[in-house]
T-cell receptor, first 117, second 114 residues
Framework: AQKITQTQPGMFVQEKEAVTLDCTYD???????LFWYKQPSSGEMIFLIY??????QNATEGRYSLNFQKARKSANLVISASQLGDSAMYFC??????????????FGAGTRLFVKA | DTAVSQTPKYLVTQMGNDKSIKCEQN?????MYWYKQDSKKFLKIMFS???????INETVPNRFSPKSPDKAHLNLHINSLELGDSAVYFC?????????????FGPGTRLTVT
């Protein structure tokens, strides 16, 4: 069974510092996708970054980068130069193979990030 | 312009009632989803439709019935509401083929059953 594990329920980081949010996954598929989403206190879910299982380079989107270590089955999110607005819940997710013509995406339990001024 | 919209944003109702949540996306996506987020923020997929066809149906009570009149709309009807149905329900959409398949979420509907 597929599984996403986020071991840090809460994290604190000082403003302007970098922070790494951990994510490990478990799959037997060769083709899969990994995502990070942000959920601020306002409640909406915002897509941040994507890494495909065949992508050799780590994905980057502005201040976000995904540290993809395939052999370790980890997909950590790195946020550089943290800002107060980065305080939110962060979800790691995995899209695996195909299910009857569609993809199924599984979400981790989330990590709540607090950015301190 | 809102990409994925849901109505209503808040829904307070009594046990035993029937209610519906509507979702529309204007992104031209072919796949739409319903998720339930519980009080601990755990997000779990309920249903997925591709071009109006049900492709994912997780272990959800049959009191929940999705309906997709066209590929831009996915509604969720809930019969005989129970206290445990209280949660935030998110609609999302994505492209099935091509791209990374990232999902775009609606603002959520907070359902409170009393």
């Amino acid at each position: 069974a597929q599984k996403i594990t986020q071991t840090q329920p809460g994290m604190f980081v000082q403003e302007k510092e970098a922070v790494t949010l951990d994510c490990t996954y478990d799959t037997s598929d060769q083709s899969y996708g990994l995502f990070w989403y942000k959920q601020p206190s306002s409640g909406e879910m915002i897509f941040l970054i994507y890494q495909g299982s065949y992508d050799e380079q780590n994905a980057t989107e502005g201040r976000y980068s995904l540290n993809f270590q395939k052999a370790r089955k980890s997909a950590n999110l790195v946020i550089s130069a943290s800002q107060l607005g980065d305080s939110a819940m962060y979800f790691c997710a995995m899209r695996e193979g195909q299910v009857a013509g569609g993809f199924k995406t599984i979400f981790g339990a989330g990590t709540r990030l607090f950015v301190k001024a | 312009d809102t990409a994925v919209s849901q109505t209503p944003k808040y829904l307070v109702t009594q046990m035993g009632n029937d209610k519906s949540i509507k979702c529309e996306q204007n992104l031209g996506h072919d796949t739409m989803y319903w998720y339930k987020q519980d009080s601990k923020k755990f997000l779990k997929i309920m249903f997925s439709y591709n071009n109006k066809e049900l492709i994912i149906n997780e272990t959800v009570p049959n009191r929940f019935s999705p309906k997709s009149p066209d590929k831009a709309h996915l509604n969720l009807h809930i019969n005989s509401l129970e206290l445990g149905d209280s949660a935030v329900y998110f609609c999302a959409s994505s492209l099935l083929a091509g791209g990374s398949g990232e999902q775009y979420f609606g603002p959520g509907t907070r359902l409170t059953v009393t």
